[in-house]
């Protein structure tokens, strides 16, 4: 996957990504314990799927290295509302994707609105409407 990039440990925060089972996740929360006698300090990493909304969770030392998601946003426009599919232009390229609508956005759509959208891994995903 040309789409990652490795990080230290140490250096993730909360609300940064990270890729956890082959899954692209944000992370929620992230604690530290203090070294043991003979090991390096450990940090917790609790992350939510970007696009399957699962828990994951992980425990490493802080001088491990992990892969994160390289994420592209990007602006676009709905063109049409097909069921649960929706078909945005992006502004930029002028191209043509159809996305499955999601959740937390689902009543905001309307054909002409902007919306956010990211891009990782292969995989898009609607983030939110624009002005609302």
Do not use: W
Not at 80 to 86: E, F, H, K, S
């Amino acid at each position: 996957m040309g789409t990652t990039k490795p990080e230290r440990v140490g250096q993730l925060k909360v609300g940064r990504y990270i890729v956890i089972d082959d899954e692209p996740c944000k992370i929620i929360s992230y604690s530290t314990s203090s070294p043991g006698k003979h090991g390096a300090a450990k940090a917790r990493i609790d992350a939510r799927g970007i696009f399957d909304s699962q828990k994951r969770s992980i425990i490493k030392p802080v001088d491990a290295k992990v892969q994160v998601p390289i994420i592209d946003k990007a602006s676009a426009m709905v063109t049409a509302i097909m069921g649960d599919t929706v078909q945005i232009m992006d502004m930029n390229s002028y191209e043509y994707f159809d996305l499955n609508i999601n959740d937390d956005i689902e009543g905001e759509l309307a054909e002409g609105v902007q919306v956010e959208y990211m891009e990782t891994m292969s995989r898009m995903k609607i983030l939110r409407v624009k002005g609302s």
